[in-house]
Structure formats: C-alpha cells, structure tokens
C-alpha cells in the first residue's frame, strides 16, 4: 500500500469524524500538504453541511476555492470548530513537528483558534522521539543570519531553505540534528524568543487531541497520552 493511498484514507477518517459531530454552522480549520490535499477534494462534495473553512495557507485556499467550498478570513470567526491537518513527525503526546511545506506559522495560528485539532498523518509520521526530521523555523529575512547563529548555539545545524519564501514574505531555516528534542514544549518557548523567528515548527504547547494514523490495516484514532 503506497504512502498515498494511507494519507487519502487518514483523510477520508477525518472526513467521517468531521460529519459525525459537527453541525451546519462549522468553520473547519484546513492545513496545509498532500495529506490535506486529499481532505480538501474529499470535502468538496459535502460543502454544503458546513458554514465555511479557514485556510492555513494560498496553496490550500486556492484549491478550497477551485472547489466552490468557502474560504473566510479567520479574523471574521470566533472558534474555529475543528482544525485538520497533516505533521511531518508526530509522537506519543501527540506534540508534532510541523512546516515541511512552509506554512507553520498560519497552521500555528489556526491551531490556536481551533476548540478541537485532528492530525491526519500515515504511519511514517509516527515517532518515539521528535527531531529526525529538521525542525524548520520561520524568520524574517533580516534576521536569517542572526537566528542561524542561535540556533547553532543551541546545538543544531541550520540550513537555510534556499529559494523559499513563505506565505508571509518570510525565511524558512530547517534546523538539523536537534534529535532527541525533549521537553518540546521548553524548545518551543526557546526558539520563539530569539529575534527574528516568527514561529517555529513544534507544536507541543498546542498539540494535537486526535491523531487518525493510517496503517496498511486500517486508520486508528489516538488520544494524547
Ligand atoms: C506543511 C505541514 C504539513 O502538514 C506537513 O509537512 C505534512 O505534509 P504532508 O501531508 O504532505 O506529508 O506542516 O507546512
């Protein structure tokens, strides 16, 4: 079974959760990447059990948009009701690294507002530890040298992502060799409070509530432990 065809069923579980227990006045929340690509054309034939959704990034709202589902701003909405997205890594609380495609500081946000977060992810994405996968972090471009510095400091190897410019006019720098990070909550808070960093890829002040994992057997739902 091919890593896609794991993330189309992780979405297709989101999908069923969503309309399980929402009702016809629900911002959902949509991330960013292939595996919420997937939720996005799964969602296209039901946008009309929904009020709307909120977008993470242009990529997202442009194919939102391409299939007539409504995209408002998430500064017209209170709460967002439940938030889908994918995770590069996910561990056991359900804190993640997120931001291979470059839009963790809007997922961030969006998070933030969301009264309930579903991670949809394969069984790849699965980890004991967070940290193999490089931890990218947002900076503005002045700061990029700056923050590359800290981040060295702190015993990573950062590497600039080279041609990459995010959704905010920003730098991406992926910081290597971080592994194992633990606690990740305190590396959060570390990292947002050098100069110049927008926002970083972990997500443990604000982890998951649900993770839908796929595996070749079926998609499992997984409460933080
Ligand atoms: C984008 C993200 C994605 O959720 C993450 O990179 C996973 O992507 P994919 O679903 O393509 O594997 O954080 O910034």
Known sequence: MSQDTLKRAAAQAALDYCLAKIGDDAVIGIGTGSTV???????APHRGRIAA?????EASTARLRALQIPVWDL???????????????????????????????REKIVAAVAREFVCIADAAKRVDHLGRFPLPVEVI????????????????????????VTDNGNYIID??????????????????????????????????????LARPGGVETIRAR
């Open 37 to 43: 690509n997937h939720f996005i054309d799964l969602l």
């Open 75 to 105: 500064n017209s909405v209170a709460e967002v009701t439940v938030y889908v997205d994918g995770a590069d890594e996910i561990n056991p609380a359900l804190e993640m690294i997120k931001g291979g495609g470059g839009a963790l500081t």
């Open 141 to 164: 471009p002045m700061a990029r040298s700056h923050v590359g510095r800290q981040l060295r400091a702190l015993g990573a190897n950062p590497e600039w992502r080279q041609g990459v």
């Open 175 to 212: 910081a290597h060799d971080f592994y194992p990070i633990a606690p990740a909550r305190v590396l959060e808070e570390r990292l947002n409070n050098i100069a110049g960093v927008v926002a970083n890829g972990l997500f443990a002040l604000r982890p998951a509530d649900v993770l839908l």
């Open 53 to 57: 959704t909120v977008a993470s990034s």
